[in-house]
């Protein structure tokens, strides 16, 4: 994939303005981080705390460049079968089976079992051959025309061996396949791992990847997030929520809100024809935004100052 | 420029920034990709390709700030000579620049009659100084820094001495020497030189600064850690405690990562053609029965137990310390602590921060020690639980006050586990004298070792948790 193929992707300020126009609201780091990955040819490996818009990283990245999102989601025990390819053993055995009858004619006038091996050998490993691969998301990614998005997510939750499985595919965009052979990407797929940081990545695949961190956006980036996902609200209370949200974040809290519980709490407020944020008013809504029950009860208990501050602000 | 981002990175390293070359060559692609014009956007590039964790980025800002901000006054300096070149364009004034001219004109007055001062004119320091020629400057710094042998600075406090050394080896006696003459003449030309040994000086302070920002600063810090590793633990003192619990902890995640391969959990595993095959021969090729691969799981359980008496206090702290590390990167361990009883304490270091868990855990379990009671308590908490999968670690001196040391609970635990290790903080010369009996209770050890700093605990917890897998 070259830049030039991409005019959406000419430049850092395009692609910033790129993204705007699919709604997704960023900072120049991480559209710099998208430019390089392209120049490069690089995965981008992302992290930060849940909910602050990684998965829509590469969602909307497929949406800018009209490509095919490929996404492969990572849990305890995924293995190649299940990421990579499998062999369609079905299809392997009714093939046999049909084509039992079809041996007899081919070996017929064979003369001693030398000669019918030879014979067989002819047909090479007809069973072992693409027709009879399933291809799985990491291969598929590397078989699209056109390329693709590549999305691995919460790659934290995988195993050290599929770690290690992704490294030849990071680092060269093949994969190899024992019966048949290397299947190279004709174009290489674009690639974004995303991490939750459940544990740690190993140096080897973090050395491939170009390492963006999204943190918690700041009040004016939040402001533009929330008038781009809901453009309906108004100016004033847009304002006071997302301050809100800021001073929940500085509390000890158990899961703190993050960008995609902001954007459901505004959500909220304008579906119950909010005006201005009342004590009753985020009292009933707060489970929107805090998700266990201390949080809740740490919130309303400072509910009052919380509300105050953003106001005297 | 490409030099200066090798420095960087090499400074970058000090600082404990794990970088190899190939991400070198990375930094050096994006830095080409994205030029060298918007500071920030270089920034942000390079801490993508050089930065992994987000505490290596915060050292990575700290860092660039710190070494570009340098570099950037560098090339102010080069840009502003080509802007004198060109007379319409206004430069940004440095102290030096503005009316040069004028400022010199009392020197060659006071010349004229001054055979001193007119030597020091002839000095090509002073000539360098005077047309601001920042190559050759920066080239006699360099031959100034080879010349005093500047890379060896180790230490923050050395920093003036080598400053000094480096003033003295550019010959800016001779620049004193006329100075002090022309202070007792109250002479015109003194204002004009003075200026240019304050500039000299700061020439040299700021690059005795970078310099040891370069290879001083982070191997220091590497000192420290090296020392600290290396330091019986019952000396270090109160303040080093939180570097120590860092390093400590570090440690512990190196060991389980390390280490943490067989806590996988394989549930149906991959379907093992070749046995289904076989299996389907009788059949006729149908596969009627299905055969999996599967891995054998391997949980091991780690027990251990910590002595907090008196006698073995200054350690404790350490080893409970260790303990909680421990317990926080591995599944599967239970703590207990001990004196005179025993209790479990894996509640208490699930639950509260690790100072907090010592505070109690001593202030619950600590006074005089007795053994034989405390294996006791622990066979009645853990007996039942140990089998072919558990190591037993003891964290301890075995000094038993003479009392009954109840050798028969041991060599139970010993023959139910899988291994029985014992730290003991006394040197292995002190085993069995007076009141110790750890010849004893040696004999129902797979394993004991002296253990009084953090590299033997280190070593010693390798090659326990090679043991338990």
Redesign the interface.
Same mark, same amino acid.
């Given at each position: 994939m070259h830049t030039r193929d991409f005019p959406q992707l000419a430049s850092?300020e395009v692609i910033q303005q790129g993204f705007e126009t699919c709604g997704y609201i960023c900072s120049? /780091?991480i559209a710099?981080?998208v430019?390089?990955a392209f120049?490069?040819r /690089?995965p981008?490996l992302v992290?930060g705390p849940p909910g602050v818009g990684k998965t829509e990283l590469a969602k909307t990245t497929a949406e800018l460049l009209q490509l095919p999102l490929i996404r492969l989601q990572c849990y305890?025990?995924l293995?190649?079968?299940k990421a990579l390819y499998e062999w369609k =053993?079905g299809k392997q055995?009714l093939y046999?089976?049909v084509l039992k009858e079809q041996l007899g004619d081919l070996l017929q006038g064979a003369r001693g079992l030398a000669e019918s091996v030879e014979r067989l050998h002819r047909f090479g490993d007809i069973f072992y051959s693409e027709q009879f691969l399933e291809p799985r998301p990491l291969l598929k990614a590397m078989q699209q025309e056109r390329g693709a998005i590549l999305l691995i997510d919460e790659v934290d939750k995988s195993? =050290?061996?599929f770690e290690s499985l992704l490294l030849e595919i990071l680092s060269d965009y093949q994969v190899s396949i024992p019966e048949i052979g290397t299947i190279k990407a004709s174009v290489s797929p674009m690639v974004f791992l995303t991490s939750n940081n459940t544990r740690?990545i190993s140096?080897a695949l /973090?050395?491939r990847c170009?390492?963006?961190?999204i943190p918690f956006p700041s009040v004016e980036l939040e402001e533009r997030i929330v008038r781009s996902r809901v453009p309906d609200i108004d100016n004033q209370l847009r304002h006071q929520l997302v301050a809100f949200v800021h001073s929940l974040r500085e509390l000890d809290l158990k899961k703190t809100p993050a960008i995609s519980e902001t954007i459901d709490w505004a959500r909220s407020l304008l579906l119950l024809h909010a005006r201005d944020l009342d004590e009753a008013m985020v009292q009933n809504t707060l489970n929107v935004l805090l998700k266990f029950e201390e949080d809740i009860a740490a919130a309303n208990a400072g509910l009052r100052k919380l509300l105050r501050s953003p106001g005297s602000a | 420029m490409q030099s200066r981002l090798v420095d960087f990175i090499a400074l970058l390293r000090s600082h404990d920034v794990r970088i190899s070359p190939a991400e070198t060559l990375d930094a050096m692609e994006v830095a080409a990709t994205l030029g060298y014009a918007g500071r920030e956007r270089l920034r942000d590039g390079l801490a993508m390709t050089l930065a992994k964790t987000p505490a290596e980025e915060a050292v990575f800002e700290h860092c660039f700030d710190r070494f570009f901000d340098r570099q950037l006054a560098d090339f102010g300096s080069t840009r502003r000579e080509q802007a004198q070149a060109e007379p319409a364009t206004e430069t940004i004034g440095r102290e030096l620049e503005p009316a040069a001219e004028g400022h010199d004109a009392p020197l060659l007055d006071a010349a004229r009659d001054d055979a001193a001062l007119r030597e020091l004119l002839a000095n090509p320091l002073l000539q360098q100084l005077q047309d601001n020629d920042q190559n050759a400057l920066n080239l006699a710094l360099d031959r100034a820094a080879e010349q005093v042998g500047l890379g060896q600075m180790q230490m923050f406090t050395q920093k003036g001495l080598f400053t000094h050394r480096m003033l003295e080896a550019m010959g800016e006696a001779s620049l004193r020497n006329v100075i002090i003459a022309l202070e007792q003449q109250h002479s015109p030309a003194l204002a004009p030189l003075q200026r240019y040994r304050d500039i000299l000086r700061e020439q040299v302070r700021d690059y005795v600064e970078r310099e040891y920002l370069l290879h001083a600063e982070g191997h220091n810090a590497r000192f420290m850690d090296d020392i600290l590793s290396h330091t019986r633990l019952n000396n270090l003192e109160q303040r080093y405690l939180q570097r120590v619990q860092a390093l400590v902890h570090k440690m512990a995640r190196k060991l389980a990562e390390r280490h943490a391969r067989k806590q996988r959990r394989h549930r149906r595993g991959r379907l093992d053609m070749g046995r289904t095959l076989r299996a389907g021969i009788a059949s006729d090729g149908v596969l009627f029965q299905t055969h999996w691969r599967r891995l054998r799981k391997h949980r091991p359980q780690l027990l251990a137990v910590c002595d907090v008496s008196g006698s073995v206090a200054a350690y404790a702290k350490f080893l409970l310390l260790f303990l909680y590390s421990l317990q926080d990167v591995l599944p599967r361990v239970r703590s207990f602590a001990f004196s005179s009883q025993l209790g479990e304490v894996s509640e208490l270091f699930d639950q509260y921060p690790v100072e907090k868990a010592i505070e109690l855990v001593n202030w619950r379990y600590g006074g005089a020690t007795d053994y034989g009671n405390s294996l006791q308590d622990f066979a009645r908490l853990a007996l039942d639980d140990i089998n072919s999968s558990t190591t037993v670690i003891i964290l301890g001196d075995a000094r038993n006050n003479h009392g009954d040391p109840r050798l028969d609970i041991l060599r139970s635990i010993y023959q139910r586990s899988r291994r029985v290790i014992w730290l003991n903080p006394e040197s292995r010369r002190a085993w069995g004298s007076g009141d110790s009996e750890m010849l004893r209770y040696h004999s129902a050890c797979h394993f004991a070792a002296e253990c009084n700093n953090l590299a033997q605990l280190e070593r010693v917890v390798d090659q326990l948790l090679r043991l338990t897998r």
């Open positions: 850092i120049s /780091k710099t981080a430019y390089l120049a490069l /690089k981008i992290e305890e025990g293995d190649e079968a =053993y055995l046999t089976q195993d =050290y061996e740690d140096d /973090k050395r170009l390492h963006l961190y | -």
